[in-house]
């Protein structure tokens, strides 16, 4: 019960304000296409400013918006051709396979969290943390795109920030620095970048279920 007066005791403007970010990368998660990948991409990065459990300096926080303005740009890139509408169906039962994985993990961290002695703040960043890793986790087993991946990564890695700032309020020295996950995640995304392109260029598409056209 406490897990939840956590959320239903916030104000409805704070609640919307804390539930955007995640709201979009779900639906980057559930709809499919580019265009939908970059839409909610570039309304997460305008919704970060406004979320109350991204606390972190100011630099940090540009650093994301502007992170997750190059996911948007990413997204709205197209690379090689479309995958094959053969291709296309085989990837259903892999995807949903990585559906019902995800959400038992997410579901599963989520209940852990729950079990936990954190006042509403603490509660509500640990929550969003792991919500936000794990629909980037789910993303990356649903969507087979390689650049899509880079949405995935910026998710994970903005769970993992707030994570740690739920951490560095309960744990005296010995932190990591603050700009971490920022930095680890930049360098997940332009790898996966590196991949996309490298992939489109040698199998004329950045679509994994093409990798089978790689030969030796």
């Known amino acids: 019960m406490h897990f939840l007066d956590a959320w239903l005791g916030l104000a409805p403007a704070h609640l919307l304000r804390s539930a955007l970010p995640a709201g979009f990368v779900a639906l980057a998660v559930l709809v499919p296409g580019r265009a939908a990948a970059g839409l909610t991409a570039l309304a997460v990065a305008v919704a970060l400013p406004f979320l109350p459990e991204l606390v972190a300096p100011g630099w940090v926080e540009a650093g994301w918006v502007a992170l997750w303005l190059v ?28 559906l ?3 959400i038992g993990l997410l579901a599963l961290v989520g209940a852990g969290v729950a079990r936990l002695d ?19 986790l789910v993303h990356l087993m649903l969507r087979r795109h390689a650049l899509r991946a880079a949405a995935a990564f910026a998710a994970m890695g903005l769970g993992l920030q707030l994570l740690d700032g739920a951490v560095r ?21 332009a790898l996966t970048l590196r991949v996309g392109r490298v ?17 030796d």
Do not use: M, N, Q
């Open 199 to 215: 992939r489109a260029a040698a199998a004329g598409s950045a679509w994994v279920g093409d990798a089978h056209d790689l030969h």
């Open 100 to 102: 019902v994985l995800g």
């Open 118 to 136: 954190l006042d509403g703040e603490l509660t509500r960043r640990a929550a969003g943390g792991v919500l936000l890793a794990g629909l980037g």
């Open 169 to 189: 309020a309960v744990v005296v020295g010995g932190a990591a620095p603050v700009g971490l996950p920022l930095a680890a995640t930049a360098l997940a995304v």
């Open 71 to 98: 996911v948007a740009g990413l997204a709205a890139w197209h690379a090689g051709r479309p995958a094959r509408p053969g291709a296309r169906l085989g990837g259903l039962e892999s995807g949903g396979i990585g």
